[in-house]
């Protein structure tokens, strides 16, 4: 069975993966005016069902927009199941897409914070890369010996500007500091340097995975 609980704006969503492949989409729901006794406070609903896999459901993501569920299993599908359901956003208990990938057992499903690619850690020791928008696979990762069983994306940050150039009095300034001794500037060089990696370890696109062999992989993606 595989979890996942979000809110959306005022409302609160669980999905859950079955064994029977099922996947269910509850809502929590306050009428106007109900009167809360104790603790308890308006019901849960089941907005949402559909069996898109023909084994246990093995891993569930939730969007970042919140507009749609990921869903993996024992068996080779991934599907995209909607999360609005209603007369402003349409009736249908269909999945949005549903792929079969010909790879059995993908679990572990993440979402990028971006929301563009997902990622499914395989049975079969890889770690492949899908598309969010046509469910393509976009790269498949090789290197664990054993099952994979988990992967994490770092949050992708907004490319930041780089600096503008040196105005002239920063240059007159740099010569103002040429009288320096050689080790002072080489103390200089290493802090930037080190700084710069610093700086590019926190903006690159990093995904991990996890697997039985004990290890754990970092690859830099798109």
Known sequence: ?????????????????????????????????????????????????????????????????????????ADSNIAQHPVLIGKEYGTSQQPLMRVKTGHSGQQGLTVRSDGKIFATAGWDARIRVYSTATMNELAVLKWHTEGCYATAFAEVKDEQKPPPPASDQSQASDVAESSLELESKRERQVRLSERRRSERAQSTHWLAGGSKDGKISLWDIY
Do not use: N
Not at 10 to 15: E, I, P, R, S
Not at 45 to 64: D, E, G, I, N
């Open 1 to 73: 069975m595989a979890l996942a609980i979000f809110r959306l704006e005022d409302t609160l969503y669980v999905a859950a993966g079955y064994e029977s492949g099922h996947v269910m989409l509850f809502q929590h729901h306050v009428a106007e005016g109900s009167v809360c006794e104790g603790s308890v406070c308006g019901k849960w609903q089941r907005t949402y069902v559909y069996q898109s896999h023909s084994q246990p459901v093995l891993s569930l993501a939730v969007a970042p927009s919140r507009d749609y569920i990921l869903a993996s299993a």
